[in-house]
């Protein structure tokens, strides 16, 4: 089983627990239950459940893995508020769209061609797929910190070899992106306990 604690305010908290695929997910509050959603399906769909103090609490699955508990119109777990735009999230898409097109561009040139000297645009492509991963798996910004390093030199080497740049303007996007994401105020997501299957409930709260 899986745990987690999730702050609502500084003086009210809740603890969440569900098993392997989002099964018998359910939030407690003082050591009792305020809210069950038993299959993975229905938690995509979103429930509303009242705290002890009545406010609402709406978790929902996003995707495969990525849970949003929402309260007074702002995410607990990533800090983004209804409405506004989140900018760790915008950055971590960018990195995979500029790597897709990046990564199809450097292959189908190179089986085109058999010009190794296309290899670099597949390897680069490839790196910013895999820093968005990475990103969007820890909630960290360094990701963000190398792509932005490795687009600058990009930049410098495209100009200094070959007098210019293709996709220049999806490199700027890139880089604008990635700084906005840098400064954003994402937070680190759940942090999640693995508990035994006779393990109490509350342990380590």
Avoid: H
Avoid at 32 to 61: H, V
Avoid at 111 to 138: E, H, R
């Amino acid at each position: 089983m899986n745990q987690s604690n999730v702050q609502i305010s500084p003086t009210e908290s809740i603890q969440l627990s569900w098993e392997n695929n989002w099964s018998n997910f359910a939030i407690r509050q003082n050591g009792q239950i305020i809210g069950e959603i038993p299959t993975k399906d229905d938690l995509k769909m979103g429930r509303n459940f009242k705290t002890a103090s009545g406010k609402t609490i709406t978790p929902i699955l996003r995707g495969t893995s990525n849970l949003e508990i929402w309260c007074d119109g702002k995410d607990l777990v990533t800090g983004v508020a209804s409405g506004t735009a989140d900018d760790f999230l915008y950055a971590v898409r960018t990195l995979f769209v500029v790597g897709g097109i990046l990564t199809l561009i450097g292959a189908a040139t190179f089986f085109a061609s058999q010009n190794f000297m296309t290899l670099p645009i597949l390897a680069v492509g490839l790196i910013y797929i895999g820093l968005g991963w990475q990103a969007n798996k820890t909630g960290d910004t360094m990701p963000f910190k190398i792509g932005m390093g490795l687009n600058v030199l990009t930049l410098v080497l495209g100009f200094v070899f070959f007098g210019v740049v293709p996709g220049i303007l999806l490199l700027v996007a890139l880089f604008y992106y990635l700084y906005k994401g840098i400064n954003s105020q994402k937070m680190g997501g759940l942090q999640v306990r693995k508990l035994e299957a006779d393990g109490p409930l509350d342990s380590g709260i």
